[in-house]
């Protein structure tokens, strides 16, 4: 098993590719610390990595909130010994999300707190976890949507993956040399249930399936594969680096 004797702390463990990746890692060998603001989704997790015969264990608390991530990595530090992966896959993609001139404000600084403010306080108590450890992974979740333009814009979403793009590039230089690597995964638009609430329109989701080369839309386990492979010892001279796993949308020209 490519993560026998890792600890592995995973935000948004609830659903998604956050839970694909829970129950992934588990089969891999991790011990799973399934961190959700949802405690009946990751309590699910949890019975299900246990049912598969995988040791894990849920703990609540919102990303955005410094006291729910500092007690969220001391009790799954304490519960497992340590931890060595962090896997910062909560975020938000509301509906309401659109240009910046008609956005409401509300939904800008939401966004920003979950998916930039949590993916940082995450860092802040969990890479100092990994470096008691000896060492480790982060893997961040950013998008492809932080790369290119979109003629259909959702910008507080998009400005806040940029942002995670460039703190994995601050965090890959200030860490790399003390034994944690932080990458990036930019995924294209993959079918979880967010994502769905999108697409009800069939002509929207159309038009966004005829831009992905491949002819398909993505799934949480295409974005979990290179997530295993992160966490792994295999990726342990990547550092710093974006893997982009969309199909093919951004080098699509016409």
């Known amino acids: 098993m490519r993560l026998e004797g890792k600890v592995a702390f995973i935000t948004g463990a609830g659903g998604g590719m956050g839970r694909e990746a829970a129950l992934r890692f588990a089969a891999e060998g991790a011990k799973v610390i399934a961190n959700d603001i949802r405690v009946d989704t990751v ?10 015969g995988g040791d894990a264990i849920a703990v609540l608390g919102d990303v955005a909130t410094a006291e729910d991530v500092k007690r969220a990595i001391e009790v799954g530090e304490r519960k497992f010994g340590k931890i060595n992966v962090l896997y910062n896959n909560a975020g938000v993609m509301p509906a309401e999300d659109g240009s910046v001139l008609d956005m409401d404000e509300v939904v800008w600084d939401r966004v920003f707190a979950v998916n930039v403010k949590g993916l940082a306080l995450c860092c802040k108590y969990g890479i100092p976890a990994l470096l008691r450890a000896g060492g480790g992974s982060v893997i961040n979740i950013a998008s492809f949507v932080a790369l290119v333009g979109c003629t259909v814009p959702q910008d507080a979403y998009t400005a806040s993956k940029g942002a995670v793009l460039a703190l994995t590039r601050s965090l890959a230089v200030q860490f790399g040399p003390k034994g944690v690597r932080v990458n990036d995964i930019s995924p294209g638009p993959v079918l979880t249930p967010l994502l769905e609430k999108l697409f009800t329109d069939p002509e929207k989701r159309a038009v966004r399936l005829r831009r992905i080369p491949l002819g398909r839309f993505g799934k949480p ?9 992160l966490a792994s010892d295999e990726s342990s001279w990547i550092n710093g680096a974006n893997l982009v796993i969309d199909g093919g949308i951004t080098v699509y020209y016409f």
């Open 221 to 229: 386990a295409d974005i979990v594969n290179a997530a295993v492979f």
């Open 43 to 52: 309590e699910e997790t949890v019975e299900m990595i246990r049912r598969a």
